[in-house]
T-cell receptor, first 116, second 109 residues
């Protein structure tokens, strides 16, 4: 089966600019996650969707970050305006069912964002 | 808040030596998952442990879940260059998957 697709692979922007990332999960997977991974750290959950509804966005900086998953399939994550501390890898993941216990996550290759 | 502490942050080993990483949670976990992230890559699921005291093996990798379901370990016997990467534990508690900071396995030249 095809894996989780993400684009772009790399993005370099200046602070205060905006940027958008795209993710297409594995076909049929109900739950989609966006994680932020800063160099040397573990992934930090930004937002979790089940189908097209938000399950958890408690760690999403809502003043600058937004995400949507229209039609319950692919998703976009936007940052506007970007800050230097947003430099990180943004990982999209999906899981088959409702994102509960016993669900293993399948990750995309990520988008490496550098904010200058 | 809920935390999963993972140690050590780095471990340098000679090829052929063993490697171990430990995770400790502040709360009881429903299960614990382990992922491997190769340099420049993304996390890849290795295994999930659910039962108290569970031990699972995958070739040279041995995974343990503590009796109290608050700690876990991953032990690699006789490391090889293909083992290089960062190993993450992620524990499920209160409807959240909580990630450790990872242990980076480095093979000495």
């Amino acid at each position: 089966e095809a894996g989780v697709a993400q684009s772009p692979r790399y993005k370099i922007i200046e602070k205060r600019q905006s940027v958008a990332f795209w993710c297409n999960p594995i076909s049929g997977h109900a739950t989609l996650y966006w994680y932020q991974q800063i160099l040397g750290q573990g992934p930090k959950l930004l937002i979790q969707f089940q189908n097209n509804g938000v399950v958890d966005d408690s760690q999403l900086p809502k003043d600058r970050f937004s995400a949507e998953r229209l039609k319950g399939v692919d998703s976009t994550l936007k940052i506007q305006p970007a800050k230097l501390e947003d430099s990180a890898v943004y990982l999209c993941a999906s899981s088959r069912r409702g994102g509960g216990a016993n669900e293993k996550l399948f990750f995309g290759s990520g988008t490496q964002l550098s904010v200058l | 808040g809920q935390q999963v502490m993972q140690i050590p942050q780095y471990q340098h080993v000679q090829e052929g030596e063993d490697f171990t990483t430990y995770c400790n949670s502040s709360t009881t976990l429903s299960n614990i998952q382990w992922y491997k992230q190769r340099p420049g890559g993304h996390p890849v699921f290795l295994i999930q442990l659910v039962k108290s005291g569970e031990v699972k093996k995958q070739k040279r990798l041995t995974f343990q879940f503590g009796e109290a379901k608050k700690n876990s370990s991953l032990h690699i016997t006789a490391t090889q260059t293909t083992d290089v990467g960062t190993y993450f534990c992620a524990g499920y508690s209160n409807y959240q998957l909580i990630w450790g900071a990872g242990t980076k396995l480095i093979i000495k030249p």
